[in-house]
């Protein structure tokens, strides 16, 4: 029989191991978020990909295995599960050159 997990106090969150690549690799790089959140996923990124944006980023989108795109921010963090597998690809934003769009994809690892 499993485990249950453990509960949560509130505002307490898990560490999470996750696996992201940039479109431009081969090979994707494990990436442990210390808590679930934007900033903390935006700073391991930039940690572990040097050319990344961090401080120019005007939208982060994610697109589901199912090609659901949606806005992603603070509150969709819950949505990134342990060893989810995802692509990045940083575009320049069309509306201010000066900026970045993140993208980030879901691969199917099943």
Not at 16 to 45: A, G, H, M, Y
Not at 83 to 108: A, Q, S, Y
Request: proline share 7%; aromatic share 10%.
């Amino acid at each position: 029989m499993k485990p249950l997990p453990k509960k949560l106090a509130f505002g307490e969150t898990e560490k999470c191991l996750i696996f992201v690549k940039l479109c431009s690799q081969k090979v994707f790089s494990p990436i442990q978020l210390q808590t679930k959140t934007l900033d903390e996923l935006l700073n391991r990124l930039k940690d572990k990909f040097p050319e990344f944006p961090s401080k120019k980023i005007s939208h982060i989108y994610f697109k589901t295995c199912k090609d659901l795109i949606f806005y992603f921010d603070e509150e969709m963090m819950d949505q990134i599960l342990p060893n989810h597998v995802i692509e990045i690809d940083i575009e320049v934003d069309p509306d201010d050159p000066t900026m970045h769009c993140l993208n980030m994809n879901e691969i199917n690892h099943d």
